[in-house]
């Protein structure tokens, strides 16, 4: 009997983290000074990350780093996650393809990100810090920072989206629950946020602004760094627990994907699905098809270009190789949930772009319309992010049905939708709008990219 | 090693459902006409029941009732629960006692709810209905209804209580996005609510009122019946599934619990929680301790009187003997969550009476205060219904870090507290009140009881 849910034991918890880049021949391109325009050195990143985080970002050499023990025994309150066979979505659908997704939101945070949260926190304490700041978007990754400051005992810093803080207030009190203050950006209490405030007054924020302000304020506060919560290869590095458990479950079930589906914004979500399985493929031991399924209101991937530009709109963090829409670019204001990112992680774009990864753009009432199916058929509520993957699944799976292939597919869910139900109350009122930037806009936002390195 | 959590496999979910009244040697008091002061018959009850819950509600005798195959195959899906040893809150309490707790609030619907809405769509389903009726406090039951009736393919219409519609709208739009229908009450689309509104002007709602409705339609209506989330034997019955799987589950672990705590409102929690642990005790093989733990706002068990009282505030429905505070009392407005019902199971009732189960009030802000403290240890947002359960549970592990004793607590975790934000809002900001009610408000309440049957 086939089992819906195939969870590890806890023993069965990787030990070691798996960094792809050690099996790319092609480094991602390395972060650089914008000042000096040479590569960042282990020194200036340390100004404002942990020791441990830098060098774990800097390392494109080391294949597997050992989770330590107090991180293993933290994942142990919330993983292993479940790999899922979608029975019901494929009867709903009519598909001969197998269906599976893991499952990785069902824990307060709501989303994968309290794997890096996890380790992130872990190693600032390690070092002896007061406490860690950061941004969040949707308020997936605050939770995250939040839930796990509070097991290791660190102070918490959130700066929130202002249209997230409106939108969502009630992330912010579960931050509050555990112990983390919280500030809507653009704040009036960072250089950077006043500046930003000046120069777009009126704007309700973005992931890039609030990333400037948090940074500002681990730098110029004794005992405090930034932790980010995607787009690093150190948060891909950490989200590769999510591929390794997926891996191992398959190989329990004795069964293996074709199809490998996430949803992208900054691509800690995708990068961790696909990591082992990626791995496979860069040492020619077999092939998988990758896809990474964004929205066309912020479609980095689709419609950016490969070029070194800022991570954060106020161009006070390094410079990074990516797809990009341009630092200045801000999605529209009727974008649901996640997934603003103007850029994309450094591995995947170079993976994206060396024809590894494929990518897909959706609008965003065809993604409810799947979270919808989805919902009702397998009685999970997704997050608008992950109802990108899901519509993914559903369009591949459904193709299978025409050609009567019995492909597999596996697809991130990254997180669940508690906290997105102004966009669902919008979706099921029909209220619900679409937005696809046009190229003015797209050219606009790529005016904010820097001169790029000869 | 020991686990933090144990899953049963999938095949190791219980075939039956086990009945607690077969081992009481007295039992619960039937359900009374109110107009004849005769035990309602199943022909009676199936003007407002499907036939094969009538049958179950009347059955005093048979000990395990099958769970049915389709009902097996569905609670796959979001089953088995986990049995969760708390280690991170026993620690920062510095208790030696071991607590555990049952979580079941893990899925969409976000409490155990989903449990007895399987069942009750499945043999409404089964009996060729079109549809169900039922109302919702909180919000917890309409959503497992909704759950479950896109499952089954059945229509479902919820009433809501009016100040949880206005709370908590979010849970509306889960139930929507899962295609139920859902009305706040009281409303003006039935007699009973009508008749409510006049004698209540401004009144934001309650349960029974909501109860009142529900039924109203469900007997007025082709093709639909009622059902009910709590109270009724029933749902115990189903309930049961909790209780059975964390007794296997200890078996596993080797380890046996000497406390069995869960929060009361209609009683199905404690009661599914309890049922084969009381049945060991009902049959003289062992002895536990089990405490109900309910808001001291709405204190059925610790402030109610035993006697026959309306299940609803219209008095449309049977009598019951339960606890309970009159089915004119109405919870102050500032009771944040659940467990606002003015009565209690007549199981539980009877089992109260006869001592072997022990009831504890609390007030909001100490349970909120304990919400905070297993929310930061434990990294589960906890449902304010639950976290008197918590309340208790950590009151007995304190009890054991004075004495010194190992005692094993469990608890129920019946449900999580995403949708609940707005009491938590009011916690974490100090604006938070108690409530307890006067001598003559309870008086006030009973003022509504029936004449007693002789």
Redesign the interface.
């Known amino acids: 009997?086939d089992?819906?849910?195939t969870?590890l034991?806890?023993?069965e918890i990787p030990t070691h983290y798996y960094n792809m880049r050690a099996d790319m021949k092609v480094k991602p391109a390395p972060l650089l000074n914008p000042a000096t325009m040479q590569p960042m050195t282990a020194e200036e990143l340390s100004v404002v990350f942990c020791e441990e985080l830098v060098k774990q970002e800097l390392d494109d050499e080391t294949k597997f780093v050992e989770i330590p023990e107090e991180v293993r025994e933290y994942y142990?309150?919330?993983r292993p996650s479940p790999l899922v066979r979608a029975k019901?979505l494929e009867k709903r659908l009519g598909t001969p393809a197998r269906i599976y997704f893991k499952f990785e939101g069902?824990?307060?945070s709501?989303s994968h990100k309290l794997n890096s949260a996890a380790a992130q926190v872990y190693y600032a304490k390690k070092q002896g810090l007061k406490g860690i700041t950061s941004e969040t978007g949707a308020g997936q990754w605050g939770s995250a920072l939040a839930?796990a400051s509070?097991?290791f005992g660190l102070d918490c810093k959130v700066y929130m989206v202002s249209s997230s803080y409106e939108q969502k207030?009630?992330r912010r009190?579960?931050m509050?629950?555990?112990?983390a203050d919280v500030t809507p950006s653009p704040s009036t209490t960072t250089e950077v946020g006043r500046k930003i405030l000046r120069e777009f007054p009126g704007t309700r924020g973005s992931l890039g602004c609030a990333i400037s302000e948090a940074v500002e304020e681990a730098a110029t506060r004794e005992g405090y760094r930034y932790v980010l919560g995607s787009v690093l290869n150190q948060v891909l590095l950490h989200q590769s627990i999510i591929g390794l458990e997926a891996h191992k479950a398959f190989e329990i079930i004795g069964d293996s994907p074709d199809i490998i589906i996430g949803c992208t914004g900054g691509g800690s979500n995708l990068g961790g699905l696909i990591a082992p399985f990626m791995g496979e493929v860069l040492r020619g031991e077999r092939n998988y098809r990758f896809i990474g399924a964004e929205p066309a209101s912020c479609p980095s991937f689709t419609r950016g270009k490969y070029l070194y530009d800022f991570c954060d709109t106020g161009q006070i963090c390094p410079l990074a190789k990516m797809y990009t829409l341009g630092n200045g670019f801000m999605p529209s204001p009727n974008h649901a949930g996640g997934l603003r990112f103007h850029g994309m992680s450094s591995t995947l774009s170079e993976l994206y772009d060396q024809g590894l990864i494929e990518a897909v753009a959706y609008e965003q009432t065809e993604v409810f319309e799947a979270?919808?199916t989805f919902?009702?058929a397998?009685?999970?509520?997704p997050a608008p992010e992950s109802s990108h993957a899901i519509k993914a699944a559903i369009d591949e799976a459904l193709k299978c049905k025409e050609s009567g292939e019995e492909k597999v597919i596996l697809f991130g869910l990254s997180g669940?939708g508690?906290?997105d139900?102004v966009a669902?109350?919008q979706?099921?009122s029909g209220t619900m709008t679409d937005y696809i930037p046009g190229d003015e806009d797209l050219a606009k936002g790529l005016s904010f990219v820097p001169p790029q390195p000869e």
């Open positions: 009997m089992n819906y849910r969870y034991s806890e023993s142990k309150t919330f019901n069902n824990n307060t709501g839930m509070a097991h207030p009630f009190e579960v509050r629950t555990f112990g979270a919808e919902a009702r397998e009685g999970i509520l669940t508690y906290f139900l669902y109350e979706f099921n």
